[in-house]
């Protein structure tokens, strides 16, 4: 079992940066795809983006250009960079590990992510 801590989230003004930090309790954290999710109100969950165990990323188009995945090994974490954020990127934003050769996946509890001026 992989348990998964996010912190980070908290409100800030249209344009505003913040960055999300998700720590993994697994020793063999390199060889996970990492990812970030966001929920909003009512809506389906989503892909935001994420990091494979190479380091290749991928990200919605809605955030390309604004947000930056990146991960730590060492320190078993991965962040996400959010810059000029819009109040369309409100939501709870959960971190998911995938281990593609047992096809499980874990999920954080969510950090709230609040865009307002």
């Known amino acids: 079992q992989v348990q998964l801590v996010e912190s980070g989230g908290g409100l800030v003004q249209p344009g505003g940066s913040l960055r999300l930090s998700c720590v993994a309790s697994?020793?063999?954290?390199?060889?996970?795809?990492m990812g970030w999710y966001r929920q909003a109100p009512e809506k389906q969950r989503e892909l935001v983006a994420f990091?494979?165990?190479?380091?290749?990323?991928n990200y919605a188009d809605s955030v390309k250009g604004r947000f930056t995945i990146s991960r730590d090994n060492g320190k078993n974490t991965v962040y996400l960079q959010m810059n000029s954020l819009k109040a369309e990127d409100m939501g709870v934003y959960y971190c998911?590990?995938?281990?593609?050769?047992?096809?499980?996946?874990?999920w954080g509890q969510g950090t709230q992510v609040t865009v307002s001026s």
């Open positions: 998911n590990a995938y281990h593609s050769g047992t096809g499980r996946n874990y």
């Open positions: 697994e020793s063999n954290f390199n060889i996970y795809t």
């Open positions: 990091i494979g165990s190479g380091g290749s990323t």
